[in-house]
Nanobody, 115 residues
Framework: QVQLVESGGGLVQAGGSLRLSCRAS????????MGWYRQAPGKQRELVAD???????NYADSVKGRFTISRVNAKDTVSLQMNSLKPEDTAVYYC?????????WGQGTQVTVSS
């Protein structure tokens, strides 16, 4: 069973930055892709960014140019650098990993951006 542990959430003012990290209990080489989703109160969970095991990245339009996803294979970690944060970025952020036909999820970390 793969476990994903997120860290780095918190409270920040608009315009500030946060860095989220997700550490996997297995080698991330084995995953087809890893990334981050978020879910705001009353809204559906949405993809924020993901990265394939080949290094290809994909971003939601709402975060392009502000967020950067990266992976450190030696540490089995995927990170999300979030800059120029906006109040609408407030949500619970979930790390996920795709392995063949299965998706694994972290427990979520709260990001709150105050105006």
């Amino acid at each position: 069973q793969v476990q994903l542990v997120e860290s780095g959430g918190g409270l920040v003012q608009a315009g500030g930055s946060l860095r989220l990290s997700c550490r996997a209990s297995a080698s991330i080489f084995s995953f087809n892709a890893m990334g981050w989703y978020r879910q705001a109160p009353g809204k559906q969970r949405e993809l924020v960014a993901d990265i394939t095991n080949g290094g290809r990245t994909n971003y939601a339009d709402s975060v392009k140019g502000r967020f950067t996803i990266s992976r450190v294979n030696a540490k089995d970690t995927v990170s999300l650098q979030m800059n120029s944060l906006k109040p609408e970025d407030t949500a619970v952020y979930y790390c996920y990993a795709k392995l063949l036909l299965s998706n694994y999820w972290g427990q979520g970390t709260q990001v709150t951006v105050s105006s």
